[in-house]
C-alpha cells in the first residue's frame, strides 16, 4: 500500500530543501555552545581496553576508507590515548552490503542510566495517531 504526497507537501520540502542533509558534510549538528552531549559514566566500573585483533583485509580497506569519510568531514578525531578501546564489527546485510559498527555494549555496562529516558514507542504511536505528518 503505498503512500500520497500531496503537492502542497511536495513544493514545502522543495521551498526548504537547503535545511535537509543530502550527505554527511551537510550534517553540521548543534553548535556546542548551545548544547553539548556527554555520556556519564558509572566511575566504580574499569574502562574496558578490549584486545585488538586483525581484520579481512578487504574489511580493513572497507573500514579505512569510513574512518577517512567520517574524518574528513568532522564526525571523528583521532586520540592519542584512548580511555575507552572497544572492537569494530563488520555485519553482511541481506543485499550484501556491510556496515561498520562499534561493538558499545562494555561502555553500556558502565553508562549511568538517563533518568529522562526517551518514551517507549507505544506512547510515542499514541500521541502521533491521526496526524498526517510527524516529523523529528
Avoid at 25 to 53: A, N, R, S
Wanted: charged letters at 20%; one cysteine or more; hydrophobic letters at 45%.
Amino acid at each position: 500500500m503505498g503512500t500520497v504526497i500531496s503537492s502542497e507537501l511536495i513544493e514545502l520540502l522543495k521551498e526548504f530543501k537547503d535545511i535537509f542533509a543530502w550527505a554527511y558534510k551537510d550534517l553540521k549538528g548543534i553548535p556546542p555552545k548551545i548544547v553539548q552531549h556527554q555520556i556519564e559514566l558509572d566511575m566504580l566500573i574499569p574502562h574496558v581496553h578490549q584486545v585488538k585483533y586483525w581484520l579481512n583485509p578487504n574489511y580493513a580497506t572497507i573500514v579505512k576508507q569510513n574512518i577517512d569519510k567520517l574524518s574528513a568531514i568532522g564526525f571523528i578525531k583521532h586520540v592519542e590515548e584512548a580511555t575507552w578501546l572497544l572492537p569494530i564489527v563488520i555485519v553482511s546485510k541481506k543485499n550484501g552490503k556491510l556496515i561498520i559498527c562499534v561493538d558499545f555494549r562494555k561502555l553500556s555496562v558502565a553508562t549511568k542510566k538517563d533518568p529522562y529516558s526517551l518514551p517507549f514507542i507505544n506512547e510515542v504511536i499514541n500521541i502521533i495517531v491521526g496526524y498526517e505528518v510527524y516529523t523529528f
